[in-house]
């Protein structure tokens, strides 16, 4: 297996959430800036071509990217009633009554966070306009992988029951990304340990230990319900702001818009497919596999530790939803099948239809190799992480032909993350 010492690059995109979580305990980042094996020519400018680039964004943002939004509101909103059922009945249990009405009720909350964090895994690929600004912050309140506090979440589980910080009033929304959004979600729903996981002292997870089992199960799905509620409001709230973001870039290009061309308003879209080689190449896949710095001992070691959802184990799934939110948006494939038009589309204006068909083959090659796994990516990674390595290359050749002939037959700008990268 190639090792490549990328020990020093950082991901961009979670810098400032890693700034923001620095002091925070058992945090980790998984990061990584593995790139093509070409490096982009300098963009020329906008072809002369007929192609109707309004067609296009008006197509993906209203038959793809605004139903994904609202479908994960749809989701999130449904995760808050789950929990909140699920909690009520660990409310009322009584220890020697019957347990199956509320394992089968955590059971039903833990299928609608599979079903909400893959819908997610969608709108992950679509990081345009509010999900970018502050820092990302929207984003990050709404999932802040690949920076995680277990020991944050425990903390904010005790200050939750307490009701205070400080003799200040719990607020959900004045705490950092790490301790609220679906991966603390996550740890609250599947971690079957009673423990805490500070390594530290804590002065608030003092009296933890004193909890009774029931009285723990209780703190935290208490929080759960809290963190989903929080999560649906940062959901609401997406799709308030993308309602206007939505209209000034179908309507990029025109007097007084933000994009003073509507080429603008493409490279925007352009720059969200990247999430494939910066997130779900280099963090999602390479960082667990040992290609970059990771929190095993960096490059060449194996880390399970860092594959995404390690609790629930669907970093599969994950990946899955990824390029295939990838693919819908390369190729215009929405609600309205009467109308698909896409960047394969542009390619093909542009007399390069053998860069679209490429790239359409290989995100189709990754999608159905990592179909065909059969347990989870921790697993495959313990039993023959030479599977895992192929399955990067498979992403890495898609990743490959967007920065360099997708880039330059549609005289389009690298996004910061990926300019003067060469791997």
Request: hydrophobic residues 35%.
């Amino acid at each position: 297996m190639n090792r490549r010492n990328n020990s020093l690059r950082q991901l961009v995109a979670v810098a400032a959430l890693t700034s923001l979580v620095a002091c925070s305990e058992s945090s980790s980042s998984k990061s990584g800036s593995d790139f093509g094996n070409a490096t982009p020519t300098t963009p020329t400018p906008p072809p002369t071509n007929t192609f109707n680039q309004q067609a296009l964004l008006a197509n993906i943002v209203d038959n793809i990217i605004t139903p994904t939004y609202q479908q994960f509101e749809t989701q999130a909103t449904n995760q808050h009633q789950a929990i909140s059922q699920y909690c009520g009945l660990e409310k009322s249990f009584n220890v020697g009554d019957e347990r199956t009405p509320v394992t089968n009720s955590l059971s039903s909350a833990q299928d609608q966070w599979l079903t909400t964090i893959n819908q997610w895994q969608l709108a992950e690929v679509m990081q345009i306009g509010p999900l970018t600004v502050n820092s990302s912050t929207l984003r990050n309140n709404i999932y802040s992988w690949p920076v995680v506090s277990y020991c944050g979440v425990d903390q904010d589980v005790m200050f939750y029951r307490v009701g205070n910080i400080n003799s200040t009033p719990y607020d959900i929304t004045n705490r950092t990304a790490t301790r609220r959004g679906l991966d603390a979600v996550e740890y609250l729903l599947y971690n079957n340990s009673f423990d805490h996981s500070c390594s530290t002292p804590k002065p608030i997870l003092e009296t933890w230990p004193d909890l009774s089992e029931q009285e723990k199960r209780v703190a935290r799905c208490s929080f759960a319900t809290e963190v989903a509620d929080d999560i649906a409001n940062s959901a609401k709230s997406l799709n308030q702001q993308w309602a206007t973001y939505a209209t000034t870039l179908k309507t990029a290009g025109e007097a007084g818009n933000d994009f003073a061309d509507v080429h603008d308003g493409v490279n925007a879209v352009s720059d969200a497919l990247f999430y494939l080689d910066k997130m779900v190449k280099d963090s999602k896949i390479g960082a667990p596999l040992g290609l970059f710095s990771n929190s095993c001992g960096g490059v060449g070691s194996v880390c399970v530790a860092d594959v995404e959802s390690p609790l629930s184990a669907q970093s599969i799934s994950h990946l899955i939803q990824n390029l295939t939110a990838f693919k819908q948006i390369f190729t215009g494939q929405g609600t309205d099948s009467a109308n698909t038009i896409g960047f394969d589309d542009y390619l093909i204006d542009v007399d390069d239809k053998a860069t679209s068909d490429a790239i359409i083959a290989s995100t189709q090659q990754a999608i159905d190799d990592l179909t065909a796994y059969q347990q989870n990516l921790a697993a495959q990674l313990n039993d023959d992480a030479a599977v895992v390595e192929t399955s990067h290359g498979k992403v890495k050749a898609v990743s490959d032909k967007l920065k360099t002939d997708f880039i330059n037959s549609l005289a389009l700008k690298l996004p910061a993350t990926s300019a003067g990268d060469n791997d």
